[in-house]
């Protein structure tokens, strides 16, 4: 199991470190200006009202996911290099499923 959550990171690291499509580069440079303007609210040395606080976090919670997702973003190019393959265990538990089971 802790092995599969691994392969998993460095899967999400690997997809980071490539080149991120025109779009996406544009998107996340939006994102950082909202978490930007989020943290600068958010952190006023001088007293807001509560809604303009709370509305900041909301605009710092949006710009730091739409920053986080559109880092991800690889091109299909990309993306079908790397198709996952099917693990010998998946294909045996499914044979042994239908042998138990008679399909």
């Known amino acids: 199991m802790e092995k599969r959550k691994q392969d998993k990171l460095a899967s ?5 470190k490539k080149e991120t499509p025109p779009f996406f580069k544009k998107l996340r440079t939006t994102g950082l200006i909202l978490a930007a303007i989020g943290t600068s609210i958010v952190a006023a040395p001088i007293a807001l009202p509560a809604i ?3 509305i900041g976090g909301y605009v710092l ?3 730091t996911v ?7 973003a690889v091109s299909e190019d990309e993306c079908d290099l790397e198709a996952p393959k099917k693990s010998r265990m ?3 538990s ?3 499923f239908k042998a138990d089971h008679k399909i």
């Open 12 to 16: 999400a690291g690997k997809r980071c």
């Open 52 to 54: 303009a606080v709370t």
């Open 61 to 63: 919670l949006g710009g």
């Open 66 to 72: 739409i920053t986080a997702v559109s880092q991800t």
């Open 90 to 92: 998946f294909n045996r």
């Open 94 to 96: 499914a044979s042994k």
